[in-house]
């Protein structure tokens, strides 16, 4: 089973996207949506106009008893956002699932930013081979994906900007021009 096979069990199988429903109109983003997934991440919009605390908290129940999470990061910020990460083995392998709710402004924001990746990365593969054999190799390091160093990783969307902005030419000129964060 491959990694959009596994994406797609806990989506549809287990039913995530149900529940999701039940509180806004969920989207995946990231590479899911992009069809670049490296490593096991799901990430994934919850438009909705109007939340509140009491909906967030009984959204994170609801997944919370759906996926068995192994790890749990979360909350409502000071800016009103509302956000949560949690790691689970529910299909076996160790799966991040990460969601950001928002309203459909700012899901448009993200959902342009995704296809303008695409759209790059279709136009020029090379940028797509390199974009994944960083994000391999940072794997293979320990910063980038399910246990990395928690005081020094990266991100994607550094990755992307130093493939697709600065122009990297290669995994070794990312680590020598890049210090994880």
Same mark, same amino acid.
């Not at 899901?107 to 995704?114: A, D, F, L, P, S």
């Given at each position: 089973?491959? &990694? =959009?096979?596994?994406?797609?069990?806990?989506?549809?199988? &287990?039913?995530?996207?149900?529940?999701?429903? =039940? /509180?806004?109109?969920?989207?995946? @983003?990231?590479? /899911?949506?992009?069809?670049?997934?490296?490593?096991?991440?799901?990430?994934?919009?919850? +438009?909705?106009?109007?939340? @509140?605390?009491? =909906?967030?908290?009984?959204? +994170?129940?609801? #997944?919370?008893? @759906?996926? =068995?999470?192994?790890?749990?990061? *979360? *909350?409502?910020?000071?800016?009103? !956002? $509302?956000?949560?990460?949690?790691?689970? %083995?529910? #299909? *076996?392998?160790?799966?991040? #699932?990460?969601?950001?709710?928002?309203?459909?402004?700012?899901?448009? %924001?993200?959902?342009?930013?995704?296809?303008? #990746?695409?759209?790059? @990365?279709?136009?020029?593969?090379?940028?797509?081979?390199?974009?994944?054999?960083?994000?391999?190799?940072?794997?293979?390091?320990?910063? /980038?994906?399910?246990? %990395?160093?928690?005081?020094?990783? $990266?991100? !994607?969307?550094?990755? $992307? !900007?130093? +493939?697709?902005?600065?122009?990297?030419?290669? +995994?070794?000129?990312?680590?020598?021009? /890049?210090?994880? %964060?």
């Amino acid at each position: 089973m491959n &990694l =959009k096979q596994e994406a797609d069990q806990i989506l549809y199988d &287990l039913g995530l996207l149900n529940i999701l429903k =039940k /509180y806004g109109e969920p989207h995946t @983003t990231g590479g /899911y949506y992009m069809n670049s997934l490296i490593w096991r991440d799901l990430d994934i919009t919850l +438009v909705q106009e109007i939340f @509140t605390e009491e =909906k967030f908290f009984s959204l +994170v129940c609801d #997944i919370g008893i @759906t996926l =068995k999470p192994y790890y749990f990061d *979360g *909350g409502v910020y000071r800016d009103e !956002s $509302y956000l949560f990460g949690c790691e689970t %083995k529910i #299909i *076996g392998e160790p799966w991040s #699932i990460d969601m950001r709710l928002c309203n459909e402004e700012e899901h448009m %924001k993200g959902r342009q930013y995704c296809e303008r #990746i695409v759209a790059r @990365t279709t136009a020029e593969p090379h940028l797509r081979q390199l974009i994944s054999e960083v994000k391999q190799a940072a794997i293979n390091a320990g910063m /980038y994906g399910i246990g %990395k160093n928690p005081n020094r990783h $990266y991100h !994607s969307a550094e990755i $992307y !900007s130093a +493939v697709l902005d600065d122009r990297i030419d290669s +995994v070794e000129e990312f680590f020598e021009r /890049y210090e994880p %964060k």
